[in-house]
C-alpha cells in the first residue's frame, strides 16, 4: 500500500508521517486490497482537518475530520474510513 501524504499550512513532520504510516496499517489488516491513499493534512485557523481518498479494488472511498488536534483528526479520520471499508468489503463478499 501506497501512501501519498500532502500537507496544506502545515509541515509534515517525522513523527505525522509515522502516526498516519501506523494508522492506515490498521485498515490495511481489514482488508488487503488497498491499492494507494492519498492523505491531505490542512490546517484552517483553529481546525485542525484531514482528509483521505483510498483506492480499493473495486472502487474508492473518501472520508474528512476535523479537529483541534490534528492527531484526534486522524484517529477520527481512520474510524471514519475503516467503517467504509469494511462495509465495501461485505459489499463485494455479496457479488
Known amino acids: 500500500m501506497q501512501i ?5 499550512h502545515v509541515d509534515i ?5 509515522d502516526y498516519v504510516d501506523t494508522k492506515f496499517a490498521k ?5 488487503d486490497h488497498i491499492n494507494n491513499v492519498h492523505v491531505i493534512l490542512n490546517v484552517e485557523k483553529l481546525m485542525q482537518k484531514a482528509e483521505a481518498t483510498v483506492h480499493l479494488n473495486g472502487g474508492e472511498v473518501f ?6 488536534d490534528m492527531y484526534a ?4 479520520l481512520i ?3 475503516d467503517r467504509q471499508v469494511i ?7 455479496k457479488h
Open 4 to 8: 501519498n501524504l500532502t500537507g496544506h
Open 13 to 17: 513532520t517525522e513523527a505525522l508521517r
Open 27 to 31: 485498515l490495511e489488516r481489514h482488508f
Open 63 to 68: 472520508a474528512t475530520s476535523e479537529h483541534q
Open 73 to 76: 483528526a486522524i484517529d477520527a
Open 79 to 81: 474510524d471514519k474510513l
Open 87 to 93: 462495509k465495501h468489503k461485505e459489499k463485494l463478499k
